[in-house]
């Protein structure tokens, strides 16, 4: 007979902050939107294991909220940014595309 377990992937960040806010699935691997984590968090659930892309943009500030998949690359929508946070997967890089319509009105 199968049995429900749950196991945790531990980040090494410590609690609380809210610090990822939306999950993407690229292949095999899910991405974690930065909220106020300074980077995107890569889960590998085949590893257990965690990696990090750094956005340059530092802790707090909920910054974005949401990621999708669009043509191999991920897009979180600025919440408090001014822009766009753009994830490339297959190089580990991030990139920005200006709204122009300047912080915190997402």
Known sequence: PDTASVS????????????WLGVAHYNGKLYC?????AE????DPHTASVS???????QGGAKWRGIAHCNGK???SPYQAEEVL????DTATVSFID????RGCG
């Not at 945790?8 to 610090?19: H, L, N, P, V």
């Not at 939107?33 to 984590?37: D, G, Q, R, S, T």
């Not at 995107?40 to 889960?43: A, N």
């Not at 990090?52 to 530092?58: A, E, L, Q, S």
């Open 40 to 43: 995107v968090l890569v889960i």
């Open 74 to 76: 991920l897009y979180s």
């Open 86 to 89: 753009v994830i490339d997967p």
């Open 8 to 19: 945790f992937i531990d980040t090494g960040k410590g609690q609380g902050g809210r610090k």
């Open 99 to 102: 709204t122009g319509r300047g």
């Open 52 to 58: 990090f892309i750094d956005t340059g943009k530092g």
């Open 33 to 37: 939107c930065p909220y106020n984590a």
